[in-house]
């Protein structure tokens, strides 16, 4: 079991940056591919980034690649989310998740844990 807890979002302008984190319970962290998705109103979930379990790959969606970096610090059971150039259309609430498979995924249904997840707000 796994429980995950983000924190980082907020109010902020075009053009600005947040960094986003998610803390990690449990003693197996480690070997966990990780995820971000982030849901708009209206809209279906969607996947943003995924990491596998020693950071050694990533994989991003076209709309936030080289703008969104995932990054994670498996000693402090934590992966972040660094949003760099942000827009308005990436106003959703953003969750983590963490997935048993050994792959990175970008499909909901492969995950197995998620957050409560974090607002992210950006103003024109």
């Known amino acids: 079991q796994v429980q995950l807890v983000e924190s980082g979002g907020g109010l902020v302008q075009a053009g600005g940056s947040l960094r986003l984190s998610c803390a990690a319970s449990?003693?197996?962290?480690?070997?966990?591919?990780m995820g971000w998705f982030r849901q708009a109103p209206g809209k279906e979930r969607e996947f943003v980034a995924a990491?596998?379990?020693?950071?050694?790959?990533?994989y991003y969606a076209d709309s936030v690649k080289g703008r969104f970096t995932i990054s994670r610090d498996n000693a402090k059971n934590t992966v972040y989310l660094q949003m760099n150039s942000l827009k308005p259309e990436d106003t959703a609430v953003y969750y983590c998740?963490?997935?048993?498979?050994?792959?990175?995924?970008?499909?909901?249904?492969?995950?197995?844990?998620w957050g409560q997840g974090t607002q992210v707000t950006v103003s024109s």
């Open positions: 998740a963490a997935s048993r498979l050994m792959t990175i995924i970008t499909t909901n249904r492969h995950y197995d844990y």
């Open positions: 449990g003693r197996t962290f480690s070997s966990y591919v």
């Open positions: 990491i596998s379990w020693n950071g050694g790959s990533t």
